[in-house]
Structure formats: C-alpha cells, structure tokens
C-alpha cells in the first residue's frame, strides 16, 4: 500500500487512555502516509471512563513523545459522528484524500455510523488488524456493499487495548511519559494499584 502525495490518515480515538496499541498504531501510520492527523473524541457506542479533555491532554502526550513531523493533533476535528469529523477535514483540506483509520474490532461499526455511505464515499476505510482482532470476509463485505473502499494496513497492532487498561490498570499497558499524570491525578485508580 502505497499512499498518494495529498493522502491523509484520520485517526480519531477515544484514547481512554491512549495504550501502548495507540503508539505502535500511531508511529506504523507515520511510514504508510504522508500526513497522520489524530484527536481524541467521544465514541457513542462507547461510556467514557474521563472526561474528554483529560483524554485529549493524555494523547497530546504521546503525540508528543512519538515527535514525528508527519504527526499532529487536530482537536477541532473531534466529533462523535465521523460525518462531522470528515466535514471538518474536508474544510481544513479540501484538495486531500482521506483514508479513515480503525482498528478491526470496530469494523463491525461501519455500516451502523450515521450517514455511513456518505462517509465512504469521501474517505477510505484503512483497517489495521489488532492481535486478537481477526476481521472477517463478511465484515469487509457489508462495507464494500455500502460503497466503501477498504485498505488492509500492512502491519499489526498489538491488542494492549483501553478496555483492558480500565478493567485491571497496569502500567505495562500505557506509555511510559502518561505514568506520571495518570498517578498524580489518580486517573483509572493506578495510583490505588500500586498500593
């Protein structure tokens, strides 16, 4: 897979927290694309466990860290409707092409977005698989059949993922640079887990 010149990754994320899956997610996309946006938002199938500013302030630490010049922060894309988000980015760059980047366990989502064909019809679906996370034909099928063009990302994301982080908080699973603001401010219960 090879991206155009004007290509931009989207990768909107709930970063409740951002995990170690979000950083190898993030730093892969770097050598796939030319220009990778992200931004934190609120997920509607999802109960947020933070508020969405403190999610925002916890992937701006990791975009940080990762330090690419390919990678920004964009928070005024944050929407809980993609079709809202990709009306933003058309705004902000109307000569792009855009390729909306998921993790293959919310695959499954797609055709339940609102204004789903919509959406495919302005942006490809780039799917990175995440371990444990095996996206079926049938998946890619019901996309397709919305009009959606799919791009299967050519690396794997490992499956430390959000969920798992919130239900037994362990530092192993978030970057390194987010310990400090995650105990001093007792996010997830990490500080009570060390005790």
Same mark, same amino acid.
């Given at each position: 897979?090879?991206?155009?010149?004007?290509?931009?990754?989207?990768?909107?994320?709930?970063?409740?927290?951002?995990?170690?899956?979000?950083?190898?997610?993030? #730093?892969? +996309?770097?050598?796939?694309? $030319? /220009?990778?946006?992200?931004?934190? =938002?609120?997920?509607?199938?999802? *109960?947020?466990? @933070?508020?969405?500013?403190?999610?925002?302030?916890?992937?701006?630490?990791?975009?940080?860290?990762?330090?690419?010049?390919?990678?920004?922060?964009?928070?005024?894309?944050?929407?809980?409707?993609?079709?809202?988000?990709?009306?933003?980015?058309?705004?902000?760059?109307?000569?792009?092409?855009?390729?909306?980047?998921?993790? #293959?366990? +919310?695959?499954?989502?797609? $055709? /339940?977005?609102?204004?789903?064909? =919509?959406?495919?019809?302005?942006? *490809?679906?780039? @799917?990175?698989?995440?371990?444990?996370?095996?996206?079926?034909?049938?998946?890619?099928?019901?996309?397709?059949?919305?009009?959606?063009?799919?791009?299967?990302?050519?690396?794997?994301?490992?499956?430390?993922?959000?969920?798992?982080?919130?239900?037994?908080?362990?530092?192993?699973?978030?970057?390194?640079?987010?310990?400090?603001?995650? +105990?001093?401010?007792?996010?997830?219960?990490?500080?009570?887990?060390?005790?």
């Amino acid at each position: 897979m090879k991206a155009k010149i004007n290509s931009i990754a989207l990768f909107g994320t709930s970063a409740d927290p951002p995990t170690l899956g979000h950083q190898a997610l993030l #730093s892969e +996309l770097t050598k796939v694309f $030319p /220009r990778v946006i992200t931004w934190a =938002s609120d997920n509607p199938d999802k *109960k947020h466990q @933070i508020p969405l500013l403190k999610r925002t302030e916890l992937l701006r630490i990791l975009v940080k860290k990762i330090s690419h010049p390919k990678l920004e922060l964009v928070q005024d894309l944050s929407s809980p409707r993609t079709i809202h988000t990709l009306k933003k980015a058309l705004q902000l760059w109307p000569d792009a092409s855009f390729s909306f980047v998921i993790g #293959s366990d +919310l695959a499954v989502q797609i $055709p /339940r977005w609102l204004n789903a064909k =919509s959406v495919l019809n302005k942006a *490809k679906i780039a @799917i990175a698989i995440r371990d444990g996370w095996p996206i079926s034909d049938n998946q890619l099928e019901e996309i397709k059949k919305l009009g959606g063009e799919i791009d299967l990302l050519p690396f794997k994301v490992p499956g430390s993922s959000s969920s798992n982080f919130r239900e037994k908080p362990q530092e192993a699973l978030v970057p390194s640079e987010l310990i400090p603001t995650l +105990l001093e401010e007792n996010l997830y219960g990490l500080a009570d887990n060390r005790k």
